[in-house]
């Protein structure tokens, strides 16, 4: 009776299709459908607050801020999205009278921004109207939400343009109290009176009391009362952004979802009583204007985009790198995109079952994780890295990119042993001691025993393809490497050992006292691997007779010891927001130091030379001589040695053989629209790569009815006794 | 029983009382409402006063469990701890820190979490309960001494390993079933037949052997030397006699698990991509999301007391001997 409900069971599968272990449903089978994987649920998705790259990958798609980058071109190239130009920003004094671009001293700058006309919002309820024209969700009671649990249920939904307005409204959502927008704080030192605006609005939001207890008040209206006063809509399609100084690196600002328009409309229907129960709100389900629009949002399971049926269509680019053409990746060049009509997002938590779909054909492209590393790439002598065969066999593709990120061990400028304090002799010591450690931290080794060889020993804070980054002999630190024999290699250990002599410390004890030197790395500890790096890291600073103990804590109290000034060296890493060389040098700008003023300067490092430069590189285009300021910033750092510049990491990205146009962008992650399928090839794989093998499973079952016989035998042999 | 249950009533809201206030402690030892506003607004450009009106939006810009400024009672309620748990005895969970409605999410993820635990449940005490009889009846012999090795071997071995080797075996190297993923309907069958399988498979070894201890101890008892005595056949004694008095002690572990169904899986739910409440137990862990943990516990404890009443009630109905007193 076992046996034929298994054998039932397995032919019933095998009615179900050519495969079995496929986790999509059999309707999509053929569809021009993306698969991908998310890890972790976005925090949010209102385009106001998210910021993390996970929630991005996400609300790209459906945003459009009036700028982005060109999919193609490196270093970065900032074109229009929605804006008809890029906008330039005309400079003027305190007075209001306008001053030349070349003005040394600017009061402010005033950015105006025209979007193209035409473009048109994706179809939502927010937007229903009546023949009469008359909102149909816009005054919903609770009731009428009883049968709608998600945005498809309201049978309506309509459309309306894009107007210059819907951005300023999203500016003003920035400095909402309730809304919190993580770069508030930032944007208020420039945008002219968004701090004010802030202040007003918190003031009405205290003062407003909610009409039912427990219901918050509602958003927008105050937001439509009142206006930011540098911030204006100056006619349908235009809007005027007046900020403080010369702040060039705003235009990269205008190419973040940040920026991004938001109807109204959106916020007053999300706002109604019952909505925020039922998961109703922008930070749920986005409405935008870009070539996707999020369906389906089970953030527990699965998340799909699908076409937006309103968006304009964009143009695949013409032109990129000089490799792009031989890559294919100009194939699809004057197509109007997107190509694809839905990408469908399943949660993944665990790195076996995800790599195993790949493999399977599942998901289209994929990461490589430690654990899979080695049966995926080999890596030559050279450090180049190739296909393993059995990647190679199935048409796989690898694509390697440097991340726009750095990654530090930092010294505490404020410690006594290892900081910057004191008199002009102490700080010599402690900038040799800096230099040893430099030296005698093998970063080679470390990207080679811990990353896989992914990444790129840094020399500096600006990573590669960042204005500002310097390649041959200019591009290495002189105080940790020599070129001897006509190659660049890490100083020797016995300089390092010099030096650490020199800072007073022979031998690794201190000269005075004679007591060892023992110097503390505050860590989160954990991870797999971690206590194997931490190792590793003892042994580099025995290297040079310094004892490196670790004072580990979890990632709260970690970051409170750092905006506190508690320790003495600890490991950290940036990601670029924009790719610009002010993100990374304002990492050790000395007013932006942790302890004193909350800032990003967690090394508290304080250099008048380099903090002159600064000032003076930040507002500068890029050219000959900000590239010569920066040279000398970077010298003066690599003297100072604050940071040990570890490395940049490398992305290491698999796509399937069916999948094109693929090309890494790190700093925008709107590409999708320009992703091709060919479904039918991805169906003939997946067919070959998943044939079901049936006859171990018969096996298992027989060897386990085979087992019962001897047991079933000896009852029965039993039962005849008794009889 | 009506008396019963009702004092057990009482005795549950002042469990709930200590568990959630040993859970408020602990969160608080570990996490303040600076770290929490930290890891919902980022790391990068976040303010002092972003982080303080986060708090003050969201009520944790008060004392945790005394508010000495206050006067009266407002010195307890004017507090983190009594907002946040009044309400919660009202089985108003209210929202998670990053904004989202835990009744909402509870009600979403409950099911993938019931369609899991209680197949696993059901089908593996059967299997468990069989092979336990099996190797009772067969006792002393090579198959008892082989089946108690094998169950030794079994339980053994680590639960990651029955979930790894399974997808590994059935997924990868079959191709039989998807390796994860979920689905609504019908279409959940697919992805549960092997979580399903790992559960049942990985539970058999300690289940069996404890099922088997319970079953050899009944078989020592008076009465069934009587019910042989009797001439009953061995399959009766055991089907009619054996398990039926056996119950209770199987009683006492299942009945009480029953209610904790609800709250999921931890591990298979993670590594069969299965949208339940272990899944986001553990989330809300690592995102420090009080409000999320506070209410998952206090649904567990709520749904273990209920579980321990269950099991007292189960008694009365297999043992007329046991009465509430």
């Known amino acids: 009776m076992r046996l034929h409900t298994v054998l039932a069971c397995l032919l019933l599968l095998a009615g179900c299709g050519k495969v079995w272990n496929d986790p999509y449903p059999a309707s999509q089978s053929g569809k021009n459908i993306l698969y991908a994987s998310f890890s972790e649920r976005p925090k949010h998705l209102d385009p106001a607050q998210a910021y993390a790259s996970d929630e991005h990958d996400f609300i790209a798609q459906v945003y459009e801020p009036p700028l982005q980058y060109h999919y193609l071109k490196r270093p970065y190239t900032l074109i229009p999205a929605t804006a008809a130009d890029i906008p330039s920003p005309r400079y003027f004094d305190s007075s209001g009278k306008e001053l030349p671009a070349s003005a040394a001293e600017v009061d402010y700058s005033v950015y105006e921004i025209r979007i193209k006309p035409g473009i048109l919002y994706q179809p939502h309820p927010a937007f229903a109207k009546d023949a009469a024209g008359r909102s149909l969700y816009l005054n919903l009671k609770p009731d009428d939400l009883r049968d709608k649990f998600g945005i498809a249920d309201f049978p309506a939904s309509g459309s309306r343009e894009l107007v210059a307005a819907d951005y300023v409204y999203q500016i003003k959502r920035l400095a909402h109290p309730r809304i919190h927008s993580p770069i508030l704080g930032h944007m208020s030192g420039y945008i002219v009176g968004l701090k004010e605006y802030a202040a007003l609005i918190e003031q009405e939001d205290k003062a407003l009391q909610p009409a039912q207890p427990g219901v918050k008040p509602q958003i927008w209206p105050s937001l439509a009362k009142h206006e930011i006063a540098g911030v204006q809509v100056v006619d349908r399609y235009t809007y005027r952004i007046k900020v403080r100084g010369r702040y060039p690196q705003f235009v990269y600002w205008l190419a973040m979802p940040f920026f991004a328009p938001v109807p109204p409309e959106a916020d007053r229907f999300y706002a109604q009583p019952g909505m925020a129960e039922k998961n109703f709100s922008l930070d749920w389900y986005p409405v935008g204007t870009g070539p996707y629009m999020l369906t389906e949002n089970n953030p527990n399971a699965r998340m799909v985009l699908a076409r937006n049926p309103n968006f304009r269509g964009e143009i695949y680019p013409s032109s990129g790198e000089t490799e792009d053409a031989a890559e294919g990746l100009l194939a699809d060049a004057g197509k109007t995109a997107p190509f694809i009509d839905a990408v469908v997002f399943t949660r993944e938590k665990e790195s076996i079952p995800y790599w195993n779909k790949f493999m399977q054909g599942y998901y289209d492209q994929s990461g490589i994780s430690n654990d899979n590393f080695d049966s995926a790439v080999r890596v030559g002598i050279e450090g180049d890295a190739a296909l393993s065969p059995e990647m190679a066999r199935r048409g796989i593709r690898l694509k390697t990119s440097v991340a726009t990120s750095v990654y530090y061990l930092s010294f505490n400028w404020l410690d006594p042993v290892v900081g910057g304090q004191g008199d002009a002799a102490r700080q010599a010591r402690a900038r040799k001691l800096r230099q040893a450690i430099s030296i005698a931290i093998d970063n080679e080794e470390f990207i080679s025993i811990f990353a896989n060889g992914r990444g790129v020993p840094g020399q500096g804070p600006v990573p590669p393809g960042i204005f500002g980054y310097r390649e041959g002999d200019d591009g290495y630190n002189p105080a940790v490497y020599e070129k001897t024999g006509g190659a660049w290699h890490r100083k020797s250990i016995a300089q390092a050992k010099k030096l650490l002599a020199e800072a007073g410390y022979p031998n690794g004890r201190d000269a005075g006292s004679g007591a060892p030197l023992v110097l503390y790395l505050d860590t989160t500890g954990g991870g797999p691997g971690g206590k194997a790096r931490l190792d590793w890291y003892r042994k580099q600073f025995q290297k040079i007779d310094v004892q490196l103990e670790f004072r580990t804590s979890d990632w709260n109290r970690f970051q409170e010891k750092i905006r506190k000034g508690n320790t003495q060296m600890f490991f950290l890493g940036w990601n670029a927001d924009y790719p610009d060389p002010e993100n990374f040098m304002f990492l050790l700008h000395g007013p932006q130091g942790a302890v004193k003023l909350g800032g990003e300067n967690k090394a508290n490092y304080s250099n008048d030379e380099f903090d002159r430069l600064f000032e003076q590189m930040k507002n500068m285009e890029n050219g000959p001589e900000r590239q010569a300021i920066i040279d000398r910033m970077v010298a003066v750092l690599r003297r100072d040695a604050p940071w040990v510049w570890a490395y940049h990491p490398k992305d290491y990205s698999l796509y399937h053989a069916w999948l094109y146009n693929v090309k890494p962008n790190l700093m925008a992650r709107n590409g999708l629209k320009f992703y091709r399928l060919d479904p039918a090839l991805r169906e003939v794989k997946r067919a070959e790569w998943n044939r079901p093998v049936v006859w171990p499973a018969l096996l298992l079952l027989l060897l386990l009815i085979a087992g019962t016989l001897p047991a079933l035998r000896s009852w029965r042999a039993r039962e005849l006794a008794k009889a | ?325």
């Open chain 2, 1 to 325: 029983m009506s008396a019963y249950i009702v004092r057990r009533a009482i005795y549950a809201v002042f469990i709930l009382i200590g568990v959630n206030l040993i859970t408020f402690a602990l969160f608080f030892k570990v996490n303040t409402p600076d770290d929490m506003a930290r890891l919902q607004l980022g790391v990068k450009y976040v303010t002092p006063e972003a982080i303080a009106k986060w708090k003050a939006e969201r009520g944790y810009d008060k004392p945790l469990l005394y508010d000495g400024t206050a006067t009266g009672r407002h010195k307890f309620t004017d507090t983190i701890y009594f907002e946040k748990s009044v309400e919660m005895f009202r089985f108003n969970f209210g929202r998670a820190d990053d904004g989202r409605d835990i009744a909402y999410e509870i009600s979403t993820r409950m099911w993938p979490s019931l369609a899991l635990a209680v197949p696993v449940f059901l089908v593996g005490m059967l299997l468990q309960i069989t092979f336990a009889l099996m190797m009772a009846f067969f006792r002393a012999t090579y198959i008892d001494f082989w089946g108690v090795v094998l169950c030794v071997v079994m339980m053994s071995i680590s639960g990651l390993f029955y979930i790894i080797g399974g997808q590994y075996l059935i997924s990868k190297l079959w191709n039989l079933v998807p390796i994860s993923g979920y689905a609504g309907g019908f279409d959940a069958l697919k992805f549960l037949a092997l979580p399903v399988a790992v559960g049942v498979i990985g539970g058999i070894g300690s289940g069996a052997r404890w099922y088997r201890t319970i079953f050899l101890e009944e078989v020592g008892k008076d009465y069934v030397r009587t019910a042989r005595a009797k001439g009953l056949s061995e399959v009766v004694v055991f089907f009619r006699h054996i398990l039926r008095n056996a119950l209770i002690p199987i009683l006492t572990g299942a009945v009480v698990a029953i209610p904790l169904l609800f709250m999921g899986s931890l591990i298979a739910e993670s590594f069969f991509g299965i949208p339940g409440l272990g899944s986001y137990t553990i989330e809300a862990i690592q995102s420090q999301d009080f409000a999320v943990v506070r209410s998952m516990v206090f649904i567990g404890s709520a749904l273990y007391i209920l579980g321990l009443l269950l099991t007292d009630i189960s008694y009365t109905l297999v043992d007329p001997r046991v009465r509430f007193e």
